[in-house]
């Protein structure tokens, strides 16, 4: 098994790809598509094949979380269910310590909104099948969505590569 040397500075994405389980795929292509979105450079590492990977995440993750899990430092950030709150609630960005030009979106004032009593005037809004607001949450998911990224693909084969080297050498 290999062992790869992690920069302190790299936000990586924990995998396991042994699992081949159809959920852990696309929990990791929904993590890898939030990080893509939102422009956070991050790198995937199968923690089957690595062994400091393996070694972080088996002393450092909390019971309740799962792979595919984001790291950096050493330390567990979060899995998927707190990196799809961090990303609902704007706050993913800050919670994986990536500093931001604009800083925050709200100040802290406005925080409290006034409710208008006169009735709204309703206007009608023409609809397209093929645009979708980027904050709707009744979009359609993407296809590519469930399809497993460049990186997990290079990580599947690396993985696969390094099962058959392992059965080769039980052979002889």
Do not use: C
């Not at 956070?40 to 089957?48: C, L, N, S, W």
């Not at 609902?88 to 604009?102: D, M, N, P, R, S």
């Amino acid at each position: 098994m290999t062992s790869e040397v992690q920069d302190p500075k790299i936000l990586y994405l924990y995998v396991s790809l042994s699992t081949g389980t159809f959920a852990n795929s696309s929990a990791t292509s929904r993590i890898e598509t939030i990080l893509k979105i939102n422009k956070i450079p991050f790198k995937a590492i199968d923690v089957a094949t690595d062994d400091r990977a393996r070694s972080i995440w088996g002393r450092r993750r909390r019971p309740d979380q799962k792979l595919p899990a984001l790291v950096k430092d050493g330390a567990v950030l979060g899995d998927l269910a707190e990196v799809e709150e961090w990303n609902e609630f704007g706050e993913l960005k800050q919670k994986l310590g990536i500093a931001t030009a604009a800083g925050p979106a709200l100040s802290q004032k406005a925080t409290t909104s006034t409710v208008d009593t006169k009735p709204a005037v309703k206007q009608a809004i023409p609809s397209s099948s093929t645009t979708t607001s980027p904050t709707s949450s009744t979009a359609a998911p993407s296809s590519s969505a469930a399809a497993p990224s460049s990186s997990t693909a290079a990580l599947a084969a690396e993985a696969a590569a390094a099962a058959n080297k392992k059965k080769e050498e039980a052979k002889k």
